[in-house]
């Protein structure tokens, strides 16, 4: 059974840091790429980040480059979010995802979805 399970989310100040973790299971974890999306309340789901699965290249949407930092423990099959300065508006239920391309930054091209996990940023 392929399994995708979020944690580390919770409540944090502004400018505050939180570390999420997406713990892999029932796949092969080197053959897919895993990316973050998040969704606000009444937005639609956004990609985040993605990690390759081919050599471990990092992509970010521009909203999040600088602050935010993907990577991941093959070892442990989990992909860590490392979220540095977060702002209210970064508020949102994150989600991990898996996908069969090398890099995929498009809903739509991920197979796996995990259950997410609350972030809430206080201002």
């Known amino acids: 059974e392929v399994q995708l399970v979020e944690s580390g989310g919770g409540l944090v100040q502004a400018g505050g840091s939180l570390r999420l973790s997406c713990a892999a299971s029932?796949?092969?974890?080197?053959?897919?790429?895993i990316g973050w999306f998040r969704q606000a309340p009444g937005k639609e789901r956004e990609w985040v980040s993605c990690?390759?699965?081919?050599?471990?290249?990092?992509y970010y949407a521009d909203s999040v480059e600088g602050g935010f930092t993907i990577y991941s423990d093959n070892a442990k099959n989990t992909v860590y979010l490392e979220m540095n300065s977060l702002k209210p508006e970064e508020t949102a239920v994150y989600y991990c995802?898996?996908?069969?391309?090398?890099?995929?930054?498009?809903?739509?091209?991920?197979?796996?979805w995990g259950q997410g996990t609350q972030v809430t940023v206080s201002s």
């Open positions: 990690i390759s699965s081919s050599d471990g290249s990092t």
């Open positions: 995802a898996a996908s069969g391309e090398v890099v995929a930054a498009v809903f739509g091209e991920y197979d796996y």
């Open positions: 029932g796949f092969t974890f080197d053959d897919y790429a």
